[in-house]
């Protein structure tokens, strides 16, 4: 039986049941790819797929860009165990997230993606479906229920806005870094609107629970790793660092966020004028313990639900607002003139004697304008999130059958030459019509998304993004170093697009 086996693992039979394993792989391939968009399908790999089709870079643009320049703004391709699928122009972008919403609704159910949402419990990770549609209505409502005191929004984020002028007048007119001051002071903001007043940064889990967090958004190593490894299920199974440093940190996240829970449980009293997102979402788990008939409800309000909604509104809450805040101040410092149009327009619409507020919004266009420009051109999110096919559908009239991931290129509709005039410098008076108003329905600025997977706090956003920057300016010019060198606006990737750090003087407006 040896002898005879060893006739057959004949150097001649290994090549050739290796190339036929490439055929019969490539007719597969082509099968399963028909009528999709087009791809590199002749050097898909057995097990790895397209793999070895990416350019090297740090950006998705980056890593892309010959795929792109080959087969367009619309392609395919296979990466380990999933179908791919791009969309990098306008109208597929947006046939993608408005048009096709429902089709596009799903996420890949990526292995980092249940690690960080207990098996898919959260609103940003988890799968479309009743109990995902539940928690982000209650989510939105409690942000509209929030939002509807305007007195008690501008007084929590005056809070913050004060301490973070009296840190800036603290300065001296001296060198300094405003990013870890602009993240503590949003974080604020979104730790009192999700937990109520208790946890802050006076709190001792406060400090752990925000470092854990920046670590998770600003590891790009780790980011880029884990993009690769989900598309390999097997790699779940198998102990790559990049997996157990995302447990551990998610782990740790969650353990303080129970312990949370636990305290506002005990001291939850339903009667009581609820102030809190995790309130909101403790009164409804005791209606629904109430309600006869309502264990599906009651089961979707249990605790790995809860923590995971509430560990969205902070993480993605003030990571991306004061990123974009970093973004203002460093675009503000490279073009002092545009900063001294918003100033100007302060003064005439508030005058000196009393900060900007909600009520202004209307007759501030240039604010507005300046935070839209920041959100274009900085690019915050530079892809949405992978989306998953729920039903097999279609996308520029190619066939995308469901299982797909699919992913969407917003920084391709922010900086597309065809929409934008000189889209790639500064100018937030592109966003003013020849009337002075605000230009807010072009269609093509999506920098919270679009459709069922639209970001749920893109009003809570605004409103902080307006009061912080408007107020900001309002009271200080900001300007470069004392060496004179100019904040590096080249971005850096991780789970989002962020500066790096930088520093900058500030000065009191007289």
């Known amino acids: 039986m040896e002898l005879l086996l060893s006739e057959y693992l004949t150097f001649g039979n290994i090549i050739f049941s290796v190339v036929l394993l490439l055929i019969l792989n490539q007719l597969i391939e082509l099968y399963q790819f028909r009528s999709m968009p087009p791809g590199p399908r002749l050097t898909s790999l057995p097990l790895v797929g397209n793999l070895m089709s990416f350019d090297s870079g740090e950006s998705f643009s980056e890593v892309t860009a ?16 999933y179908k791919l699928v791009v969309a990098e122009d306008p109208a597929s972008v947006k046939e993608v997230l408005v048009k096709k919403s429902a089709d596009y609704a799903g996420r890949p159910p990526f292995h980092s993606y249940m690690i960080d949402s207990l098996g898919g419990k959260d609103i940003a990770l988890g799968n479309y479906g009743p109990a995902w549609r539940f928690h982000r209505k ?3 409502t409690a942000i509209r229920q929030y939002l509807s005191d305007q007195k008690l929004v501008e007084d929590r984020i005056s ?18 870094d405003p990013g870890k001051i602009f993240m503590e002071s949003v ?14 940064s006076s709190h001792p889990d406060f400090e752990e629970l925000f470092q854990l967090n920046n670590q998770y958004f600003a590891d790009t190593e780790t980011s880029n790793q884990l993009f690769v490894l989900d598309f390999f299920p097997i790699t779940k199974y198998l102990p790559f660092r990049a997996y157990k440093s995302e447990q551990k940190i998610s782990d740790r996240m969650f353990e303080i966020l129970r312990q949370q829970l636990k305290i506002q449980e005990n001291e939850f009293d339903p009667k009581v004028n609820i102030g809190s997102l995790i309130g909101n979402l403790l009164k409804e788990r005791i209606a629904a313990a109430n309600e006869v008939g309502a264990e599906e409800r009651a089961s979707i309000l249990s605790d790995d639900y809860i923590i995971n909604t509430v560990g969205d509104m902070f993480s993605a809450g003030y990571e991306t607002t004061s990123t974009t805040l970093r973004w203002a101040i460093a675009y ?13 327009q302060l003064d005439d619409v508030v005058g000196r004697y009393r900060m900007p507020d909600l ?18 051109l900085g690019n915050v999110a530079e892809t949405v999130l992978p989306h998953y096919t729920l039903s097999d559908t279609t996308l520029a009239g190619y066939r995308v059958p469901k299982d797909t991931v699919v992913m969407t290129n917003l920084m391709a509709v922010h900086l597309d030459p065809s929409l934008w005039e000189n889209p790639n410098s500064f100018d937030p008076r592109r966003h003013i019509d020849s009337d002075g108003q605000l230009i807010t329905n072009s269609g093509n600025f999506l920098p919270f998304s679009a459709g069922r997977r639209v970001c749920a706090g893109e009003a809570l956003a605004k409103v902080e993004l307006f009061l912080f920057l408007s107020r900001m300016l309002h009271r200080f010019i900001f300007l470069p170093s004392e060496d004179g060198n100019l904040p590096d606006l080249k971005g850096k990737y991780g789970l989002t697009r962020f500066l790096a750090a930088y520093k900058i003087r500030v000065v009191k407006r007289q």
């Open 332 to 344: 503000l410092v490279h073009h002092p003139e545009c900063q001294r149009d918003v100033q100007s």
């Open 138 to 140: 209650l989510f939105m």
């Open 159 to 176: 809070e913050q806005v004060i301490r973070l002028m009296q840190y800036f007048e603290d300065q001296n007119g001296n060198d300094f």
């Open 187 to 200: 974080a604020n903001v979104i730790g009192r609107i999700t937990f109520g007043k208790h946890f802050d």
């Open 66 to 81: 010959s795929m792109r320049g080959k087969y367009g703004t619309v392609y395919s391709m296979k990466v380990g165990s």
């Open 359 to 376: 009520d202004d919004r209307p007759n501030l266009p240039l604010v507005l304008a300046t935070i839209m420009e920041t959100l274009r």
